[in-house]
């Protein structure tokens, strides 16, 4: 029938979802999840094995909350924006290759018909309570019956974890221990590894047994406070009738009884089921155990609020770019680039499915490593177009070596004085671009092959006194990863960057600033990120130290001479530095 109306054939209409973890991820209204093979579509027709996923479950489910703000119940179309494209994006993500052309294509074979342009809105509207239906509730999979289009994370059976999670890589917080649950120990070497994994922090032991009706009253408030202590404490549970030895060495003579430990010595003991003494005990020892830097008493309006990294979102006129490129400029990696981000810029994200990254990545690496420098701007600045969007950013945090990455920021570095101005600004606005992905920003500053090019980076391009943009434009970059920084410590999580990055990084800031005095938004970034950097930086600590010996209050307060816009930062960062 397709031959008679379109002109070609057509064998199928195809829906596609992706299954992994035992759970089959789909778009339709949103991103939906189901057991495989039940959704209201049936079973189905054929199953084409992608392949397999070392990346952790963590970064798998941030790609998923990034895609979310693309594919959502009200863009979707059954033509432009449908099921086989997210399919296709997530594909990209997992393995680094999309699903079959054939599928993805075949939208576009039916529009490019008269036929089909004419029953386009017909078809859609007809097909939209089909592609969009809600899950049967049976269907949902265990705890997650509020659907992931909702914001909640899908709930993965345990034995289907081992190929897409290290171990403790989900929640390993300071103790290196799954958090915010009880940890049960049965024998000497299970407690004292556990009480070793707190040397550095605290826990709390609390003997129970089987045969205590008292014990049980307090257990509820038990998980709660290890919920609530998420990575700040371990506490455990010993049932002395089935850990006879712990209770000999321990001496416990009745049950209830708790014992707490503060940086590996015992601190307290008390027996009783009170719920309040419980209560205050655990969170006075946690409190102990992590108290509160002096710069959150302060009221800091910038230094202590969430910052919106930057981006370079301009999009130049993409043929006259291109065309810079000479030969290079119809080679297919450029074409689909420029394609894809010509259409995300006139109809947004939902509308511009992804093209082959794997291919794009591979080549543009391939230029970089043997193109002339004065060639490579275009192709750099193409980039950094397509890296405004967070799919593109975030497929670049699947690269196990961030190889990629490396060859771009290497680049100018390597070049030294004979980097071309126009490589280096666009080079820079393409790394600020990375933060884009919160996935990817944090991967940035933990893999020491990437931070090392990146803080070299930033530290050439801050000291250069030739072009003031590049000055701008470093100082944004600085910003970024300064920002990133400090969100952890906002959220009371360990810091991303090494010390010693933070002391170099900070170090180059503040000679910076010391000699800039052309350019009012390249001292406010640099004097934001100074602060952020600085903000709850640990007392008497390298970062500290620096400062101190780099005059650091010094430099901040003269730059509150230079524009009245900038004393309320300059007097939060002088505070900082106190």
Aim: hydrophobic fraction near 40%.
């Amino acid at each position: 029938m397709s031959q008679s109306f379109l002109g070609v054939q057509i064998d199928a209409v195809y829906h596609t979802a992706l299954v992994f973890g035992g759970i089959e991820y789909f778009f339709g209204a949103g991103i939906q999840q189901t057991y495989p093979g039940a959704t209201h579509h049936g079973r189905p027709m054929s199953v084409i094995p992608m392949g397999k996923t070392d990346l952790p479950l963590e970064i798998i489910l941030e790609y998923l909350d990034s895609l979310r703000r693309v594919y959502t119940a009200e863009s979707y179309d059954l033509f432009m924006h449908n099921c086989n494209n997210f399919t296709n994006d997530f594909a990209m993500f997992l393995l680094g290759r999309g699903i079959p052309d054939y599928i993805t294509s075949l939208p576009r074979t039916v529009l490019d018909t008269p036929f089909g342009q004419m029953l386009k809105p017909q078809i859609d509207s007809a097909m939209r309570g089909m592609t969009q239906a809600p899950v049967a509730p049976a269907a949902v999979p265990h705890n997650s019956r509020t659907n992931v289009a909702a914001g909640t994370r899908p709930s993965i059976p345990p034995e289907t974890r081992s190929s897409s999670e290290g171990d403790n890589k989900i929640n390993g917080g300071r103790t290196g221990l799954p958090t915010g649950q009880v940890h049960h120990a049965t024998t000497l070497k299970k407690l004292d590894s556990l009480l070793m994994s707190a040397k550095n922090s605290c826990a709390v032991v609390f003997f129970t047994s089987a045969t205590c009706p008292p014990c049980k009253i307090v257990y509820p408030a038990y998980d709660e406070l290890a919920a609530e202590a998420g990575d700040k404490a371990v506490l455990i549970k010993v049932d002395l009738s089935e850990a006879y030895e712990i209770g000999s060495r321990y001496r416990v003579r009745a049950t209830p009884t708790f014992m707490s430990f503060l940086k590996g010595e015992k601190e307290n003991e008390w027996v009783g089921a009170s719920e309040g003494q419980l209560r205050g005990n655990v969170r006075m020892l946690i409190q102990m155990a992590h108290p509160p830097h002096p710069h959150t008493t302060l009221r800091l309006r910038t230094l202590q609020r969430r910052h919106r990294t930057v981006t370079y979102a301009k999009i130049p006129p993409l043929d006259k770019l291109t065309a810079k490129m000479g030969s290079r400029s119809t080679d297919t990696a450029v074409t689909t680039l420029k394609d894809f981000i010509r259409a995300r810029e006139a109809s947004g994200p939902s509308d511009a499915p992804l093209p082959s990254l794997p291919a794009i990545v591979a080549f543009i690496v391939q230029c970089i490593g043997t193109d002339p420098p004065d060639s490579l701007f275009p192709l750099v600045d193409l980039f950094r177009c397509a890296l405004v969007d967070p799919r593109v950013s975030g497929y670049l945090a699947a690269e196990r070596s961030h190889s990629a990455i490396v060859t771009v920021l290497s680049k100018p570095s390597a070049l030294g004085t004979g980097c071309p101005y126009s490589l280096r600004i666009v080079t820079l606005q393409l790394a600020c671009n990375l933060f884009t992905s919160s996935i990817l920003s944090t991967q940035l500053l933990q893999d020491t092959d990437v931070y090392t090019p990146l803080l070299q980076f930033i530290t050439s391009s801050l000291l250069e006194t030739a072009h003031p943009p590049i000055r701008v434009a470093a100082a944004s970059l600085a910003f970024n990863v300064a920002a990133v920084h400090h969100l952890q410590r906002l959220d009371d999580k360990e810091d991303l960057i090494t010390e010693s990055f933070q002391v170099e990084l900070m170090a180059s800031l503040l000679e910076t600033v010391s000699n800039e005095n052309e350019n009012k938004d390249s001292i406010r970034g640099l004097l934001t990120a100074i602060g952020l950097l600085a903000y709850g930086a640990p007392r008497d600590g390298e970062v500290q130290g620096v400062c101190n010996a780099l005059g650091a209050k010094e430099a901040v307060h003269a730059k509150g001479a230079f524009s009245e816009d900038l004393k309320d930062l300059v007097t939060e960062v002088e505070q900082v530095l106190a």
